[in-house]
């Protein structure tokens, strides 16, 4: 496997597009009218989802970015847990998946190969069946998945679907942009890396499997938008979240990465579309940098019953990664987002 | 001699972490040039956590970003206001609590001398209307009633700030007091429940 894989401008989830950017294009399509489309893109939710039957909607996404790793099994791994990840914020389970290839021509196909070979196990280890994919010649590797699932039409979670007095549970460690913007210029420390890189190849599948058995009213996942762009993705207009930044779980390094300025193009963007929308009180630079920090293959977020929330924390900890109990749901005060030291 | 940076045709945080390189290495000032605006923003960003000034000229293209130390500067008074409005663009400040009031009490800015307060009081009407977020509302009493009537130099940017949802409220004793109640060129007339209430409910007050 001699040569590793270019790092492009952006890597991974940091290679989204603004979401200020997005919402405008956005609004200029038609919208959909089939009433059986519970859930489309009006909602800025993870996945679409169909009603085929009483008992069974469909669920699908889509997902690729260029490399942020520079092995290309463990970077196959990465976008296909990213990939994948959509289905179990939906509450849905993983049925098919289509490989997306961008390639270079002249680039070692055995790259490929190492890329594929890391996706195809990840959709195995989902439970799912890789079915195909389309492959196109381009300057720059870019690798993801179309995914399909199922979810019980009874049993979708969406977004904004969280009450007042919920807690917030986020299962994974915040940092990942910042981390591996410093690896990219050779400066992240190795062991603190690879704690990045294990939370980034971990399913979501094994989180929401454990909340699926407490009263989880809504849930997204927590990638390219960062902490605060996906949580304003929960939030109605009688809703406020109130955010301890204390509670949040990252990964070792992390704050030094931001002190450091490893600062990407996407948290600012991220920034810039949340400044009008969250108020944070007293932060330091870092954990103001953690909360925009650009997610690839980032954690569920989860608005669970307050009174369940403790024991799916602790059931989550046993999976092994950081995660904690970051903030609450309450009735609108003067801003959608509060967040404290 | 400031030390310069060219991160033209670069993406962050290559522009950021070469500022800040050229920072541990030389010292402030440094000049950085950059052609994107979320690398301006992160530059600037990385500055003021550093306690630096950044002051950004927009070129052909470009920005160019020059990163002083403050102390060396020596503060004019007046710096402090402009300052006050560079917290205000978006992205780089937390943003406040509430409506952003501009409360203008006087047509000379600054005291000493009043020619020189009077054209500094046009610049910086001008410069709210360059705001990226513009106030919710400027109050005009005592002097400051003097700059929304007939025939003063002001009437044009406050208008700017009108149309750009800026509410314009002059005091309306003072216009009385003035005689200018029938000359009012921009805005309405207000009174001082208003005033307060207005005042109260800001999340930020700018002074001049």
Known sequence: MGEPLKFCRGGGCTAKLGPAALS???AGLPRPTDPNLLIGAQSSDDAAVYQLTDDIAMVQTLDFFPPMLDDPYLFGQVAATNALSDIYAMGGEVKTALNIVCFPEEMDLNILGEILRGGSEKVVEAGGSLA??????????KYGLSVTGVVHPQRILANNTGR??????????????LLCTAARLGQADAKA????VKSMITLNKYAAEVAAKYRVHAATDVTGFGLLGHLHEMMRPDLTARIYAHALPVLDTA?????????TAAGQRNRNFAASRAVLHGLSFAQEELLFDPQTSGGLLL?????????????????????????????????????EP | MEHMVDARGKACPLPVIETRNALRGHGAPVVTLVDNDIARQNVEKMARQLGLAAETQKEAGFWRITLTSEQEGGMDPDDTQLDDLMEQMPGCALPAQGPTVVVISS????????TLGRALMKGFVYALTQLDEAPATVLLYNGG??????????????????EGGAEILTCGTCLNHYGLTEKLAVGSVTNMYVIAETMAKAGKVIRP
């Open chain 1, 164 to 177: 007042v007095g919920d807690r917030l549970i986020l299962t994974k460690p915040l940092g990942v942009g």
């Open chain 1, 303 to 339: 608005a669970v019953d307050g009174e369940d929330a403790p024991a799916l924390l602790t059931e989550l900890r046993t999976l092994g990664l950081p995660c904690g109990e970051i903030g609450q749901l309450l009735p609108r005060l003067e801003a959608e987002i509060l967040v």
């Open chain 1, 193 to 196: 890396f690879a704690g990045a």
């Open chain 1, 24 to 26: 405008r294009v956005l």
């Open chain 1, 255 to 263: 704050y030094d990465c931001a002190n450091e300025f490893y600062l």
């Open chain 1, 132 to 141: 195909g994919g389309h492959s196109i010649a381009d300057q720059e590797v």
């Open chain 2, 145 to 162: 009633a003097k700059l929304s009537v007939e025939g003063a130099e002001t009437v044009e940017d406050l208008k700017t700030l009108e």
């Open chain 2, 107 to 114: 047509d000379a800015m600054g005291v000493g001398d009043d």
